[in-house]
């Protein structure tokens, strides 16, 4: 979240520094990066709207919450990386190709891309200390600074070979090579929020420790299917099949079936014990398996919703 609040805040100040470059230098090179911090601007709006949106807790509507909401608004946000970004920049730098334009390169332009650079290298380092697994919202501030601090070499470069060499074309090359740049990053954000839609696997190591809590519980005596999925970059859903160990069952009975045994007379009274004691059962294997769901969730609290079903 510090990440995404930081990124919004420092791509606004560099698109406007960089539009007001663009339109008075008419440097192709320069509006595809303000193209790009626009993009970035709006994508990680809608970002954190997802991380907002995603914290509302369970409702009626809604039991287990709207965690996997922050992946639509990620998803909506690199298709917007894709068509706004990719396609505008792409298409500006062919349009400096068809028609060209010598761009006017001054002071200013040399100041814009340094505080740039200095902003989006400043939220990169804050996007790469706070990753983890399943963040996305995280994984697009990281690539998308990535985009922009080489974006803005790739503008100097540009500038430059253009100063130098005379050949105006350079600029348009610039723009296209950042536009291709952004169209790769939303195919791969695209392909992360789509995969966390539709129920993606929790990371293994997480499984296996979980899979260790459950057969250090006593009741367990085989795990037949354990099933876990990511619900957000914090929590995570589990449901496990597992074969409950019936003598430790009964041996927590002991005393109760002892009594009840020395009441049975007849095949009417055994049959009376038959019905009570499914019944007993019943309660004690699901009291003991809200028992176990209860210490899976304190021994691992990324467990956000724990399933449990005997075999």
């Given at each position: ?15 406007f ?6 339109f ?5 090179s ?11 601007t ?10 907002r949106r ?9 039991p287990?919450?709207r ?9 909506i ?13 792409i298409y500006?730098?062919?349009e ?9 390169i001054?002071?200013?332009t040399?100041?814009v891309?340094?505080?740039s650079?200095?902003?989006?290298s400043?939220?990169?380092l ?9 963040d ?10 990535t985009?922009?601090?080489f974006?803005?070499?790739l503008?100097?470069?540009?500038i430059i070979?253009?100063k ?14 950042v ?7 939303a ?10 839609l539709i ?7 997480l499984?296996e420790?979980v899979r ?6 006593p009741?367990v ?9 990511v619900?957000t970059p ?10 409950i160990n019936?003598?430790l069952?009964?041996r ?8 009840d045994?020395?009441d049975?007379e ?22 003991k398996?809200d028992?176990?769901?209860a210490?899976?969730k304190?021994r ?7 399933d449990?079903?005997?075999?």
């Amino acid at each position: 979240m510090k990440a995404v609040k930081f990124a919004i805040l420092g791509n606004t100040v560099v698109c406007f520094m960089k539009f007001a470059v663009a339109f008075t230098g008419g440097s192709a090179s320069m509006f595809a990066e303000a193209i790009h911090s626009l993009a970035d601007t709006l994508n990680q709006a809608l970002l954190w709207v997802g991380i907002r949106r995603s914290r509302i807790g369970p409702s009626k509507e809604f039991p287990l919450g709207r965690g996997q909401e922050r992946f639509v608004w990620g998803l909506i946000s690199a298709c917007g990386i894709f068509f706004v970004g990719a396609g505008v920049t792409i298409y500006h730098g062919i349009e400096g190709l068809i028609h060209p334009k010598q761009p006017e390169i001054n002071k200013w332009t040399a100041l814009v891309l340094m505080a740039s650079f200095i902003l989006e290298s400043t939220t990169l380092l804050i996007a790469w200390f706070e990753r983890k697994e399943a963040d996305t919202a995280n994984l697009a501030v990281l690539l998308e600074d990535t985009a922009a601090v080489f974006g803005v070499f790739l503008a100097t470069g540009a500038i430059i070979l253009t100063k130098l060499t005379g050949n105006i074309y350079w600029d348009s090359y610039g723009s296209i090579i950042v536009g291709i740049m952004l169209a790769i990053i939303a195919v791969i954000l695209i392909k992360e929020n789509l995969s966390y839609l539709i129920e993606r696997a929790s990371p293994e190591k997480l499984q296996e420790e979980v899979r260790q809590y459950l057969e250090e519980l006593p009741l367990v005596e085989d795990i037949k299917e354990v099933r876990m999925i990511v619900l957000t970059p914090d929590e995570h859903r589990l449901r496990a099949e597992v074969e409950i160990n019936g003598y430790l069952l009964v041996r927590e009975m002991e005393e109760s079936l002892r009594d009840d045994f020395e009441d049975i007379e007849d095949f009417g009274d055994f049959l009376q014990f038959c019905a009570a004691f499914a019944n007993r059962v019943t309660r004690t294997v699901g009291a003991k398996i809200d028992e176990m769901e209860a210490i899976l969730k304190k021994r691992a609290p990324y467990l956000k919703y724990v399933d449990i079903k005997p075999s």
